[in-house]
């Protein structure tokens, strides 16, 4: 198992910005995907955005042009810049980390956007 650690998620309105953050805990493989997803109730999890430890990134449509990933691989963390928030991006945010065949999530952030 490696923890994931989340931080960042909150209360913001319409236009506004957040900025998440996620670290990993222990010596992990240094060949990864990191990224973000969310689920708001009654809905699949979906993905949001994903980093490999080659900084090969992927959206998903609905963020595109708002929201950014990155990564800080000495430090086991991986982060995602959203900007010009709207209400429909209101969900938990999880953070996901895959290794080989195996994931992990993390516990998951709130993410509430007021319109």
């Known amino acids: 198992q490696v923890p994931l650690v989340e931080s960042g998620g909150g209360l913001v309105q319409a236009g506004g910005s957040l900025r998440l953050s996620c670290a990993a805990s222990?010596?992990?493989?240094?060949?990864?995907?990191m990224g973000w997803y969310r689920q708001t109730p009654g809905k699949q999890r979906e993905l949001v955005a994903t980093?490999?430890?080659?900084?090969?990134?992927n959206y998903a449509d609905s963020v595109k042009g708002r929201f950014t990933i990155s990564r800080a691989n000495a430090k086991n963390t991986v982060y995602l810049q959203m900007n010009s928030l709207k209400p429909e991006d209101t969900a938990v945010y999880y953070c996901?980390?895959?290794?080989?065949?195996?994931?992990?999530w993390g516990q998951g952030t709130q993410v509430t956007v007021s319109s």
């Open positions: 996901n980390l895959k290794i080989g065949y195996n994931t992990y």
């Open positions: 222990g010596n992990i493989f240094r060949i990864n995907t």
């Open positions: 980093s490999t430890s080659g900084d090969i990134t």
